[in-house]
């Protein structure tokens, strides 16, 4: 069964860093990419990124490009999505979910991470 | 980077029929099979309802259907039941610049 587990809610202050991860199980972590995702509270979907975990290639929507990094360590079948600097338009529900073969769109999602960032 | 359009929301009695439009362009939606459907209910994770324009991933139900003419992809649910009352977001592969974009969300009331 694939499985992507996310870390926990997090609550920080603005300028604070912040790195959350996800970890896949139930399938080869290194054949299909994985998306993070963005949905601030009360709004849509937005896709922020990608990571391939078999050789790290990294993708990033024009939206989010500088603004976060992510990355992944395929040896612990984990996807990673960090900020340097918070700020309180961070504050959102950030899903991974991996992508299907070829270019397919995602096909299984994690829990969730709920980041909270306030003053 | 804009959104792919969808109506903000559509609604329809139980037992009916109604279709979700997705709206994007010819680097988009119009250039790739690769179309995706979700659902997500208030306070849960979205989940994969229809793939590649109109593939149904294993376990979900026949009422659900895809299909798409040039530029706009749609969705069709068929025998509206009160469980259908969702969000439901198309998402298209957009080309090496893009990448993915999803559609701005429609809510569905069952009456």
């Known amino acids: 069964e694939v499985q992507l587990v996310q870390s926990g809610e997090e609550v920080k202050k603005p300028r604070e860093s912040l790195k959350i991860s996800c970890e896949g199980s139930g399938y080869n972590f290194g054949t299909h990419w994985i998306a993070w995702v963005r949905q601030m509270p009360g709004k849509g979907l937005e896709w922020m990124g990608t990571v391939f975990p078999g050789d790290s290639d990294t993708r990033y929507s024009p939206s989010f490009q500088g603004q976060v990094t992510i990355s992944a360590d395929k040896s612990i079948n984990t996807a990673y999505l960090q900020w340097s600097s918070l700020t309180v338009s961070d504050t959102a529900m950030y899903y991974c979910?991996?992508?299907?073969?070829?270019?397919?769109?995602?096909?299984?999602w994690g829990q969730g991470t709920l980041v909270t960032v306030s003053s | 980077q804009s959104a792919l359009t969808q109506p903000a929301s559509v609604s329809g009695s139980p037992g009916q029929s109604i279709t979700i439009s997705c709206t994007g362009s010819s680097s988009d939606v119009g250039s790739y099979r690769l179309v995706s459907w979700y659902q997500q209910h208030p306070g849960r994770v979205p989940k994969l309802i229809i793939s590649?324009?109109?593939k149904r991933p294993s376990g979900v139900s026949s009422r659900f259907s895809g299909s798409k003419s040039g530029n706009t992809a749609s969705l069709t649910i068929s025998g509206l039941q009160a469980e259908d009352e969702a969000d439901y977001y198309c998402c298209s592969y957009a080309g090496d610049d893009r990448l993915w974009l999803f559609g701005e969300g429609t809510k569905l009331t069952v009456l």
């Open positions: 590649e324009d109109s």
């Open positions: 979910a991996r992508h299907g073969f070829g270019n397919s769109g995602p096909d299984f």
